[in-house]
């Protein structure tokens, strides 16, 4: 009887040990949360309102992100994004990467935009494109942090931006997108080998008791 149970259990753990690693071919969906912007009302910049989840991608609203300067002082136009990123049980986040474009008119001016993304308070140096005496479209201008090194759950993400203008000239952003990629957690060795153990002590006492 004893052989038996045990059989059972090794055969249990490791059952469950399988299904738990296959969930890696399995969809697994974070959960945005906790999402503000800075400006309070979104009267400009993002938009949190518009901003939607689609899987793992996070679509930022920009309504209206836009600056005119009209050929006196420059004009600038700041906003900031919070939010909390958790990855579902049995997963960890890898990397989580932020894009945006835009469109500009700098035939008579000066245009810029910047962006910066930390992840708990860290994260990579300001990025941005500059634009001179010319018009069309700019971006994707992104940053990514890279956290497959970690065991990271639960990332507290803030994304900051800047929209600069200077003599006639205008910049808009038109789309920003937030993307976290996963990894499962990997079983625990330990699961495997007690699982193991078990059949082959269940193995032995059956040809003891023969």
Do not use: C
Request: proline share 4%.
């Amino acid at each position: 009887m004893r052989g038996k149970g045990s059989a059972r259990l090794g055969l249990g753990l490791l059952a469950l040990a399988i299904v738990f690693s296959t969930t890696v071919a399995h969809a697994a969906t974070v959960t945005f949360s906790g999402i503000s912007a800075t400006d309070g009302n979104d009267a400009a910049g993002f938009d949190v309102s518009a901003t939607a989840a689609v899987g793992n991608t996070l679509n930022l609203g920009v309504l209206p992100f836009s600056i005119t300067s009209a050929g006196g002082l420059p004009v600038t136009m700041s906003d900031a994004l919070l939010l909390t990123v958790t990855a579902p049980a049995g997963w960890k986040i890898a990397s989580l990467t932020y894009a945006e474009s835009g469109t500009y008119d700098a035939s008579g001016g000066f245009v810029a935009a910047t962006t910066q993304m930390l992840v708990n308070g860290a994260g990579p140096a300001p990025g941005g494109t500059t634009h001179f005496g010319s018009f069309g479209g700019w971006g994707p201008l992104g940053q990514m942090v890279d956290l497959s090194a970690g065991t990271v759950t639960n990332a507290t993400v803030s994304i900051s931006n800047q929209l600069f203008a200077a003599n006639v000239a205008t910049v808009s952003k038109s789309s920003a997108t937030l993307v976290a990629a996963l990894v499962a957690v990997p079983v625990p060795p330990a699961f495997w080998m007690m699982g193991g153990a078990l059949v082959a002590l269940a193995a032995v006492r059956r040809r003891v008791a023969q």
